[in-house]
């Protein structure tokens, strides 16, 4: 019996001498729409929420750029996202799947101009310099940068980085237009007081996606998915989204909802006829 007392107690011991295993940690990273600081506000107060909803550790991995993001997912360094840099046939491939969205209006790619600028057509920025936020902003980018392409517009493309970067550009005098997303568009003119003429809208699409990798294990996604649409019956969840929300300029009462992914099928469209060099 002492002997046996002894053994337990040795494989206790040995136990308690273990050290604690490490919580699985998933990198989340949300397509930067406006200037940094401004995006890591509203993101980092959800992220926490979620890691402790979820009771899954989820850091937050934000790019300079509104093309990090998919850079990041394009080289295997994130785990969840935030974006809509994804639905084009070579992408989608990846099997990066849909679980969520915010319940906003439907997003247009717009091509603005400020309000009191003299160009009043898209004819008229035939040779000018255009801003756009990057190369991979599906919205602000491709649909408008496209239009012009089929009305046969040149135009010289400057980079902002992000939507912000780009109407920073604009108001400078730096660049006669903008390619735009209208959400951002409205909430640009909210944060900062400045009026848009608008040139061109595109056709309706849905906002961003919330995306997950293949690799996390579905009771990892699924705790996830549960804990962003949550955050809209839950009075501590709703709270941080009023208050996040004003920093970009979006209602108080936006959420995460449910998604499946077939709200995107104008995105999966848009590709099918899309200039080669867009797709």
Known sequence: MKSLIARIALMAACTLALPAAAQTEYRFSPVNQAN????ASYWNPIVAYVSEKAGVKLTLKLGRTSA???????????????????????REQLGWKVFGRRNTPALHGVIVVPADSPITDLAQLEGKEVGFPGPEAFIAYKTTYAQLLQRKVQVRSVFGGNMDGAFAQLFSGKVAAVGANSQL???YTKREGKAFRTLWTSEP?????LMVAPKVPERDAQAVARAFVGMASDPQGREILASVNKLIGLPAD??????????????????????????
Do not use: C, K, M, W
């Open 254 to 279: 936006a959420v995460f909802i449910a998604s499946d992914g077939r709200e995107y099928a104008p995105y999966r469209r848009f590709y099918l006829s899309a200039p080669a060099a867009l797709r």
């Open 36 to 39: 940094i600081a401004t995006a």
């Open 68 to 90: 990090d993001t998919t850079a990041y997912v394009l080289a295997q360094e994130v785990d969840f996202a935030f974006t809509n840099h994804l639905f084009s046939p070579e």
């Open 205 to 209: 699409y849905h906002d961003l996606a």
């Open 185 to 187: 568009a409205e909430g």
